[in-house]
């Protein structure tokens, strides 16, 4: 389990970035203007810098890459219900993406901001559940079929 979780730990990281590179792409295309908007105004203002905002939101979105990278494992957990591993990963996802929200200006510094956030947050958090559910569920509706018309064939 140790050797599993620094693997994906090692992978998380590159793809975390990856991640929030795109998400950072996919937010300037949506304002439309023509122009890139790598991080939030508010960010280059505590850091100093364009650059250094880049560079400590890069670094957190390794981290977050590689914290749900880690989490991930909770899903192998066979002896643990599915109630048991969503609330952990739930769990787990809050203290990994709250404080880095927080800290790269993600979200506004208000109570009404914070609130905001954690609806969204939980909403998304909610929808991917609900869909892989659907997925997995469906995905073993069939082999039970094929297992079956195999044992009637037999």
């Not at 869909?131 to 069939?142: A, H, P």
Request: aromatic share 12%.
């Amino acid at each position: 389990m140790k050797k599993k979780l620094i693997g994906r730990g090692v992978i998380g990281f590159p793809v975390g970035i990856a991640i929030g590179y795109v998400i950072t792409v996919i937010i300037s295309i949506c304002i439309g203007d023509g122009f890139f908007y790598p991080v939030t105004p508010e960010l280059v203002n505590k850091m100093g810098s364009e650059l250094n905002a880049v560079l400590l939101q890069t670094g957190l979105s390794g981290i977050m890459g590689t914290g749900f990278a880690m989490a991930s494992v909770i899903w192998e957990i066979d002896s643990w219900s599915l109630a048991k591993q969503s609330g952990v990963y739930f769990a787990i996802a809050c203290v990994i993406m709250f404080p880095i929200s927080y800290f790269a200006n993600w979200m506004p510094h208000s109570t009404a901001g914070i609130l905001s956030y954690v609806g969204i947050f939980v909403a998304i958090f909610l929808a991917a559940w609900a869909t892989q559910y659907s997925v997995w569920k469906r995905k073993i509706k069939k082999m039970n079929e094929g297992i079956k018309d195999n044992n009637d064939m037999n």
